[in-house]
T-cell receptor, first 114, second 112 residues
Framework: KAGVTQTPRYLIKTRGQQVTLSCSPI?????VSWYQQTPGQGLQFLFEYFSETQRNKGNFPGRFSGRQFSNSRSEMNVSTLELGDSALYLCASSLGQGWNQPQHFGDGTRLSIL | LAKTTQPISMDSYEGQEVNITCSHNNIATNDYITWYQQFPSQGPRFIIQGYKTKVTNEVASLFIPADRKSSTLSLPRVSLSDTAVYYCLVGVGSSNTGKLIFGQGTTLQVKP
């Protein structure tokens, strides 16, 4: 069974640009969450989607947005990129909602802002 | 929101049993305790989850005392490949959200 797939693995952008990251969850998983990981702040929750609806959102500015499609695939978008957005962006999927559902993470997209 | 406290780092040697303890004094009644493992440049990997007493799977055991204010992840006979960061997480209370709150984690270094 294929794991969570994130594309692209690496991305280099410049300040002011926008970027879209993609996540394909494990087949049958309906919940997708996004996290940002940086050396200074660690792993921080961005948002969670279930059945194409955003169910939860972390403390990030409105430049960070996402969506989920009917096949559970998800994308996140960051507009007006800043240097501080350089990070590893991780996507996780689970069978359903609920904190006791183990989440399965992809290996992330490494975003570098120049 | 239950805050967790765990050691920043631990060292061990191959073949030893490693126990990592996590404190979560204000854990709520319906909170679960979950441990994840993360290798460099990879996403976290689910290890084990429990609510009370003891849970064991093929890779680890989780011990939770009756008051649930702490928990201990036990890794039997570690190898060099167990060198990683280990995160203890406690549920945010709501049963309809998968939001995970990660702390700093414990960096385990296994030496030959």
């Amino acid at each position: 069974k294929a794991g969570v797939t994130q594309t692209p693995r690496y991305l280099i952008k410049t300040r002011g640009q926008q970027v879209t990251l993609s996540c394909s969850p494990i087949s049958g998983h309906r919940s997708v969450s996004w996290y940002q990981q940086t050396p200074g702040q660690g792993l921080q929750f961005l948002f969670e989607y279930f059945s194409e609806t955003q169910r939860n959102k972390g403390n990030f500015p409105g430049r960070f947005s996402g969506r989920q499609f009917s096949n559970s695939r998800s994308e996140m978008n960051v507009s007006t990129l800043e240097l501080g957005d350089s990070a590893l962006y991780l996507c996780a999927s689970s069978l359903g909602q609920g904190w006791n559902q183990p989440q399965h993470f992809g290996d992330g997209t490494r975003l570098s802002i120049l | 929101l239950a805050k967790t406290t765990q050691p920043i780092s631990m060292d061990s040697y191959e073949g030893q049993e490693v126990n990592i303890t996590c404190s979560h004094n204000n854990i709520a009644t319906n909170d679960y305790i979950t441990w994840y493992q993360q290798f460099p440049s990879q996403g976290p990997r689910f290890i084990i989850q429990g609510y009370k007493t003891k849970v064991t799977n093929e890779v680890a055991s989780l011990f939770i005392p009756a008051d649930r204010k702490s928990s201990t992840l036990s890794l039997p006979r570690v190898s060099l490949s167990d060198t990683a960061v280990y995160y203890c997480l406690v549920g945010v209370g709501s049963s309809n959200t998968g939001k995970l709150i990660f702390g700093q984690g414990t960096t385990l270094q296994v030496k030959p």
